[in-house]
């Protein structure tokens, strides 16, 4: 099973009023040909598929261009939303995404599902956790302070990682499949651009890596910088394929083949 992380396409941008649709459309015309290259088997793109909740007319078209040409690969693809998407957005394509080998998430309540390899037979289990919503996976309580807040939130994305793990591990049953986990979040000790917008303002600042199941990966998506997470190999930010803010430049750029 070969599948292929990227994350922050950021479709739509303009730079201090310059469009980086010429660059987008290169980075995804290059992103099909490895597909086809490296026969990989399903694509994850982590979040921040566009750059606005109303992404302009050629955002929407390169995207859509994209998943039609991909399709006639036969590599899956899973897009999960993040901070800057809008679920409206994305939802409005999902069931017609659906026919096209496309699966969309966007927002929180989505089961574990089954990555099918190209030949059909299953590959992987992936639990596809898009940005999480404070108000999709808690209660509003009153009289909590600011660091009790905090916590009754990273308890929540914990437990809701948790559970998908568990609901993972019964859909797998005794089958030798690996587990892949996803996420859009800030996680402690990753290392920010200026590009990064702070997505839990006043509750959470980052998420501990070791509140992550053991999943065999986690492809995490919001950070712009590759790296990888606590030491740990197999939780890894792949970053923004193009630079996003001047601090971004002249740093390499990555997707990660898994």
Known sequence: MRILHTS?????????????????????????????????????????????????????????????????TGCHLVVLAGNHDSVATLNESRDIMAFLNTTVVASAGHAP?????????????LCPIPFLRPRDIITSQAGLNGIEKQKHLLAAITDYYQQHYADACKLRGDQPL?????GHLTTVGASK????????????????????????????????????????EHVRYCGSPIPLSFDECGKSKYVHLV
Request: aromatic share 10%; net charge negative.
């Open 8 to 72: 922050d396409w950021h479709l739509g941008q303009n730079f201090y009023s310059k469009s980086r649709e010429a660059e987008h459309q290169a980075f995804l015309d290059w992103l099909l040909e490895t597909a086809q290259t490296h026969q990989v088997d399903a694509i994850i793109v982590a979040g921040d598929v566009f750059d606005t909740g109303s992404p302009p007319s050629y955002a929407r078209t390169l995207y859509n261009r994209f998943v039609v040409n991909l399709q006639q």
């Open 178 to 182: 690996p587990i892949i986990a996803t």
């Open 193 to 232: 651009s200026d590009a990064v917008r702070d997505i839990y303002i006043g509750t959470l600042d980052a998420f501990q890596a070791q509140n992550f199941p053991p999943a065999d990966y986690i492809a995490l998506g919001h950070i712009h910088r590759a790296q990888i997470i606590g030491g740990m």
């Open 113 to 125: 599902q089954i990555l099918p390899r190209r030949d059909g037979t299953p590959g992987a289990v």
